[in-house]
């Protein structure tokens, strides 16, 4: 990942860089997710508002995750993103996961980063990309629509939201990459002016 750190200009104007995750992120990554609505944490496994689970990300050997990127403004983190294969059963296919703090959505963040571990895929050479997300969450499905995700199973009440108890589903959508490598090549071409 050569090509980090990179800075990324927001619709706005602001810059923010986006950069690999490491250790030293441990406090900043524990604050971002405390400003994250609850609602937005449920497709995560872990209890991401907890300091353990987050450095169980470091420490644990268990958990590997080939991409992580956060996006930084100063010092605080404003978005995280990863690009894992843990937890599926299929070697060429991936997962993509993205949450942007609510201050900085609606400005470009998303679809950046978004278009960033596509890349990754890419260049690892998965042939299909997954993605899971709530009913509602209406920026990150007009990302996934832009590159032309489309949902292919809903979890009917699969999530329970432990502030309201409601029952949310869950969609799953993916894209096949296997056809995709030249259409990218021209977006990536695009955000990186």
């Known amino acids: 990942m050569t090509e980090y750190p990179k800075e990324l200009k927001l619709k706005d104007g602001t810059v923010i860089t986006a950069r690999p995750l490491e250790p030293p992120d441990i406090e900043a990554l524990y604050g971002f997710f405390l400003d994250i609505p609850r609602y ?3 497709m995560y496994k872990d209890d991401v508002s907890t300091r353990e689970s987050i450095e169980s990300w470091f420490t644990n050997p ?19 993103g ?11 296919a991936a997962e993509i996961k993205l949450i942007v703090h609510p201050d ?7 679809s950046q980063m978004f278009h960033m571990l596509l890349n990754e895929g890419i260049k690892k050479n998965f042939s299909k990309i997954i993605v899971r997300y709530t009913v509602g969450n209406i920026s990150f499905s007009k990302i996934l629509s832009h590159y032309g995700f489309e949902p292919e199973t809903v979890l009917n009440s699969y999530i329970k939201d432990e502030n309201t108890g409601v029952a949310k589903d869950l969609i799953i959508a993916s894209y096949n990459l296997e056809n995709w490598a030249r259409r990218f090549e021209f977006y990536y071409t695009m955000f990186s002016k």
């Open 40 to 42: 937005d944490l449920l």
């Open 82 to 92: 990863t690009l894992h294969n843990e937890g599926l059963y299929w070697s060429d």
């Open 62 to 80: 268990s958990y590997k995750k080939l991409v992580q990127l956060v996006s930084v403004k100063d010092t605080e983190i404003v978005a995280k």
């Open 104 to 110: 900085y959505r609606g400005l470009g963040l998303g």
